[in-house]
């Protein structure tokens, strides 16, 4: 059974910067798309970044330059990296997998992102 569990969420000041880590484990990474979304109160779920493999990855406009999602198949880690961070910022982020050849897709319990002053 693939569980994913994620960790490295918290509060920190505009400006600041978090990584947040994903591991999977009862699978393989490199055989899973990853990706991270979050989810602001009263707000649907939203696409944060994806990676399907070291190349391929997408942003949603709003992160873009700010945000960087990596993976570590050696280390079935995904992860991550927020800099510059700003209150609209704040949500709980999720981590998703999606196995490219059945489809199916997995997601983590979500770790909390508060950004504030």
């Known amino acids: 059974q693939v569980q994913l569990v994620e960790s490295g969420g918290g509060l920190v000041q505009p400006g600041g910067s978090l990584r947040l880590s994903c591991v999977l484990s009862g699978g393989i990474l490199d055989r899973f798309v990853m990706g991270w979304y979050r989810q602001a109160p009263g707000k649907q779920r939203e696409l944060v970044a994806e990676i399907s493999d070291g190349v391929a990855m997408r942003y949603v406009d709003s992160t873009q330059g700010r945000f960087t999602i990596l993976r570590d198949n050696a280390r079935n880690t995904a992860s991550l990296r927020m800099d510059s961070l700003k209150p609209e910022d704040t949500a709980v982020y999720y981590c998703?997998?999606?196995?490219?050849?059945?489809?199916?897709?997995?997601w983590g319990q979500g770790t909390q992102v508060t950004v504030s002053s």
């Open positions: 998703r997998a999606r196995h490219f050849r059945t489809e199916s897709i997995y």
